[in-house]
């Protein structure tokens, strides 16, 4: 399986790096809040569909640019 799995927590400005590098790889992540935690979700990303995957909104905003 190549996906991560994320137990989210209560955080409305900030995410962790690791969770945005592995985004931005184009990687699929299964994101839950413990509270709300949907085991049909889990079947299907286990199964390969990644149709429920976690969708960064403005990731253009953390993507770094080189310099040369």
């Known amino acids: 399986m ?3 799995v ?6 409305v400005h900030q995410a962790p ?3 945005i590098d592995y985004y931005l790889t184009g990687r699929p992540i299964l994101s ?3 509270n ?3 085991h049909n ?7 390969g569909n990644y149709t429920n ?3 960064f909104n403005n990731i253009e905003q953390y993507k770094r640019k ?3």
């Open 2 to 4: 190549d996906f991560l």
């Open 6 to 11: 994320n137990i989210a927590y209560d955080a």
């Open 17 to 19: 790096s690791k969770l």
């Open 32 to 34: 839950s809040v413990t």
């Open 36 to 38: 709300e935690f949907d």
């Open 41 to 47: 979700t889990v079947r299907d990303f286990i199964a």
């Open 53 to 55: 995957s976690f969708v």
């Open 66 to 68: 080189r310099r040369y």
